[in-house]
């Protein structure tokens, strides 16, 4: 209609409209992606572990204080934008120096006072009046070689890619790099370290409840960084005992798998205890059926992935030092990936 009455959906409306649908949507997909990050086995907003649950609280207190900063600054501007008058020079000096530079100063030292006082909880130091459980571990390209040590420091056993530690008891955990700077970060259960060449830095968590929670690499150390990750899995103290003791008795074997293993020597790079299979280059396989990821993390668990991750690696993990076997005849490769899955 020529009068431009409400019920008529002129061209300009209905781009104006499906413009801001558009929008609404998209800010709304956007949120609920976002809050779905702030909870699981991989978010520091999520604590299943006393440092962590610092880390949060921290988090938290900075958040709120940036949301009240940002309010007042926003409060101020709207009111100053509403006023008519002029603020002579030394008016506005005194804003400046108040609002720009003491306020300012006094919150942020106020913060880090906040920050550095709760930083030795963030940070705990090994304790000397509980069980502490030793576990070393490596980061290699690209994958995390797990050692269980006793009290004296020896090596009981070794695995790679997922760790085991009891619920309530202090992990201390020694951690080392072989090649390039990777980082040790479980978020659920605390904060970052570095692991450097050439170092050993150590790193002390605590898991609060049981479950499975996943770590990474938050260093970046080459083209499958992002493809470096770990588990974490929280269990009972007493079957985490038993699961020790377990894990030093070797089980029994595929004489056939371990045969086909040995012949196309995949035993030169990885090692499986109580065989002839004693390499140290690749990750150790012994009890290999237990892992619930492969390839650290990257491909689910599966007979059909094994093959195909030792077909082709570096289709699935550019960058991967493990050769390629798809010369290998079908029937080998499907024996071994038989014979890896039912490893325990």
Not at 317 to 336: A, N, Q, S
């Amino acid at each position: 209609m020529a009068d431009g009455s409400s019920d008529v959906c002129r061209p300009r409306d209905l781009i104006l409209w499906t413009s801001r649908s558009r929008f609404g949507s998209s800010s709304i997909l956007f949120s609920a992606l976002s809050l779905s990050g702030c909870s699981g086995p991989h978010s520091a907003l999520d604590p299943a572990g006393p440092e962590a649950s610092h880390v949060a609280h921290l988090f938290f207190v900075m958040l709120i204080a940036g949301i009240i900063i940002w309010s007042a600054v926003v409060a101020a501007l709207i009111y100053a934008s509403r006023k008519k008058r002029v603020y002579s020079e030394q008016s506005a000096g005194r804003v400046i120096l108040w609002c720009g530079a003491i306020l300012p100063a006094i919150i942020l030292c106020a913060l880090l006072s906040y920050g550095v006082w709760l930083m030795p909880a963030v940070r705990p130091w090994l304790p000397d009046d509980q069980q502490v459980h030793r576990i070393e571990v490596t980061g290699e390209q690209f994958w995390w070689r797990v050692r269980y040590l006793d009290e004296a420091g020896e090596v009981m056993f070794e695995t790679a890619n997922e760790v085991r530690i009891p619920v309530g008891q202090p992990a201390h955990f020694l951690l080392k790099a072989v090649d390039v700077i990777h980082s040790f970060w479980v978020p659920s259960l605390g904060g970052k370290m570095d692991m450097i060449p050439g170092r050993t830095n150590p790193l002390t968590l605590m898991a609060d409840r049981e479950g499975i929670y996943r770590g990474v690499c938050a260093e970046f150390c080459g083209q499958s960084h992002a493809l470096m990750a770990f588990t974490v899995r929280a269990v009972a103290p007493d079957e985490h005992e038993a699961w020790l003791v377990e894990r030093q008795v070797p089980g029994p074997r595929d004489a056939e798998g371990l045969a086909v293993f040995l012949k196309n020597g995949c035993g030169a790079c990885h090692a499986i205890s109580g065989t002839a299979a004693a390499g140290r280059i690749g990750p150790e396989l012994t009890a290999f059926g237990e892992r619930g990821t492969l390839a650290a993390g990257t491909l689910p668990h599966t007979q059909e992935d094994i093959a195909r991750f030792i077909s082709y690696p570096e289709r699935t993990k550019p960058g991967v030092k493990m050769p390629h076997f798809g010369m290998l005849p079908e029937d080998d490769i499907k024996t071994i990936a038989a014979f890896l899955k039912e490893l325990k």
